[in-house]
């Protein structure tokens, strides 16, 4: 049994009769297919001649079971057990949503002959009818890999003059977090500063499905002062990063503080214990914060320990390289996958505040080790990220080079559309000019 709803990339009912046009033909390499702008190719028909199969989209209502939508769509009880038993060796049926789609194919002869459910942005799951039953298979689903790039100016915050330039949240949270070693949000962002920003987007070839990609590059102008970050991933390195254009990490080894919104209740030094009466070192700082707040990994390593320890409740250690560790306790729970020898990156959230241990109540208690033993965190002379060298920096170079250029494209195409128009316009007597957008 062939495939026969229509997805791209579906290999064709009747191979020997039809013509076979692969998306593969149509668009070269297209997982790396980056256009020249962010249209959409025309799409490429690769079932001229759809053999009589009758189509069927259903999708999950609220109280009802899978069963019964496939029953009532048209399927036998029997076709519909088998189909969703082959279905589901791929997929969780619990994690069935109400409004999600799957598409269903009944033969000239009434029966279920092919039931299709996307998994994923890029995969899709295709069960059908065989011999014995229904068998499912799993198929990557092409798609075209684009960059955009967007810019504004900043009138109230940064966040609401991304979103007006059309940059989705996701984004925006991104562009956020990359620039969150070099500005603060808060305080050093005012009314004029802009900014700028290239990033990937994957969309199905219909341009019906979307998901945003990485940032390769961001800008901010505070004050008239740029700040610029490139994404690359060096070398030796287990992550992409961004850096500075001098090859400098926009990233400090670790983070000041590993929670936000916290407030700082106790301090590293010697105080009186509360809970055991007497006098003894406090060798971490104490964050006041809700049970439940998210708890960052100070900086990218590994984890050392991610259990119940002691008087410490639970608690995770990390180990960022051969001088320091951090630690985090009290925890009320621990993040996900987070467990020993998985590696972090600065920023992910490795537990939430809690009051586990010998704890009078609930907070982050917070240790920083250097060299084995705990020091003030307030103290340290936090670190710089690394710096790109040698090979590194000179392919850092290039890429930047590269993403400078595909920018200057970009706008350049767009000054150019612009002028055309505005030169159409004045023909029809330049009314029009006014409500042209500026570049
Ligand atoms: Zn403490």
Not at 161 to 182: C, H, K, T, W
Request: charged content about 25%; cysteine-free.
């Amino acid at each position: 049994m062939g495939n026969l709803i229509d997805f791209p990339a579906s290999n064709p009912q009747n191979s020997d009769s039809r013509p076979t046009i692969s998306l593969e033909e149509a668009y070269p390499d297209s997982a790396n297919y980056v256009p020249s702008d962010e249209i959409a190719p025309e799409p490429v028909n690769i079932h001229p001649q759809e053999p009589t199969y009758d189509l069927k989209e259903i999708s999950i209502k609220s109280g009802q079971g899978m069963m019964d939508i496939l029953v009532n769509s048209g399927a036998s009880r029997q076709d519909a057990y088998n189909a969703i038993k082959a279905l589901s060796a791929h997929y969780d049926m619990k994690k069935l949503q109400v409004g999600q789609t799957l598409q269903a194919a009944y033969g000239s002869d009434g029966r279920l002959a092919e039931l299709n459910m996307q998994k994923s942005f890029d995969h899709m799951i295709r069960v059908s009818r065989s011999e014995t039953g229904f068998e499912a298979t799993i198929e990557d689903l092409p798609f075209l890999k684009l960059t955009r790039h967007v810019q504004g100016v900043i009138d109230d915050s940064l966040f609401l003059s991304a979103y007006q330039e059309g940059l989705p949240n996701s984004v925006i949270v991104n562009m956020i977090r990359i620039f969150s070693f070099d500005v603060d949000f808060q305080r050093e962002i005012r009314k004029g500063d802009s900014f700028e920003i290239l990033y990937e987007r994957k969309m199905s070839e219909d341009g019906r499905r979307v998901e945003e990609g990485n940032i390769l590059f961001a800008k901010l102008t505070l004050r008239g002062k740029p700040v610029s970050l490139y994404r690359y991933q060096p070398q030796k390195g287990h992550f992409a990063d961004y850096f500075h254009k001098n090859g400098k990490s926009a990233k400090k080894a670790l983070m000041r503080t590993p929670i936000e919104g916290a407030r700082l209740s106790s301090y590293y030094g010697k105080r009186k214990h509360p809970v055991l009466g007497y006098t003894r070192m406090h060798k971490g700082l104490d964050f006041s914060a809700p049970t439940g707040t998210p708890i960052m990994a100070a900086g990218d390593g590994v984890i050392e320990r991610a259990s119940r320890y002691g008087a410490y409740g639970n608690y995770v250690r990390i180990r960022h390289n051969g001088t320091y560790k951090t630690a985090y306790a009290h925890l009320s729970k621990y993040g996900r996958g987070i467990k020993s020898g998985k590696r972090v990156k600065q920023g992910q959230i490795i537990g939430y505040v809690g009051a586990t241990g010998r704890v009078t109540g609930r907070h982050l208690h917070y240790e920083v080790f250097v060299n084995g033993k705990q020091v003030n965190p307030l103290r340290l002379k936090i670190p710089t990220g690394i710096t790109l060298k040698g090979q590194d920096k000179q392919k850092f170079l290039t890429l930047a080079g590269d993403i400078n250029n595909q920018i200057i494209a970009k706008k350049q195409n767009i000054l150019l559309t612009w002028n055309q128009e505005i030169a159409m316009n004045s023909v029809d007597g330049g009314q029009e000019i006014l409500r042209m957008p500026s570049p």
